[in-house]
């Protein structure tokens, strides 16, 4: 069983800073890359950032200079910090993490339970 657990949404005013945390853990070989979609009322779960084993980064090219997105692989943990916040980034931020269970399995992803992030203008 592999359980990613998020924490760090809330409310913030436009222009405001917020830090996401997403911690897997139960039984993991190993991890590849993890990352953040965030889904929006209405519209298409969309990738936010996502990171590999060794640190490349990837982003959304509308968000590149405010997040951040960074990996603490003696905790399992991904983490997103988000600056200079707008309405329209207002919407529910998944992590997700590549893993693999054990040496004989294939790897799979797995999905956190989603963190609400609002913005007020």
């Known amino acids: 069983q592999v359980q990613l657990v998020e924490s760090g949404g809330g409310l913030v005013q436009a222009g405001g800073s917020l830090r996401l945390s997403c911690a897997a853990s139960g039984r993991i070989f190993s991890i590849n890359a993890m990352g953040w979609y965030r889904q929006a009322s209405g519209i298409q779960r969309e990738l936010v950032a996502r990171?590999?084993?060794?640190?490349?980064?990837n982003y959304a090219d509308s968000l590149k200079g405010r997040f951040t997105v960074s990996r603490d692989n003696t905790k399992n943990t991904v983490y997103l910090q988000m600056n200079s916040l707008k309405p329209e980034d207002t919407a529910v931020y998944y992590c997700?993490?590549?893993?693999?269970?054990?040496?004989?399995?294939?790897?799979?992803?797995?999905w956190g339970q989603g963190t609400q992030v609002t913005v007020s203008s």
């Open positions: 997700y993490a590549n893993i693999r269970r054990d040496s004989t399995t294939y790897d799979a992803n797995y």
């Open positions: 990171i590999t084993s060794g640190g490349s980064t």
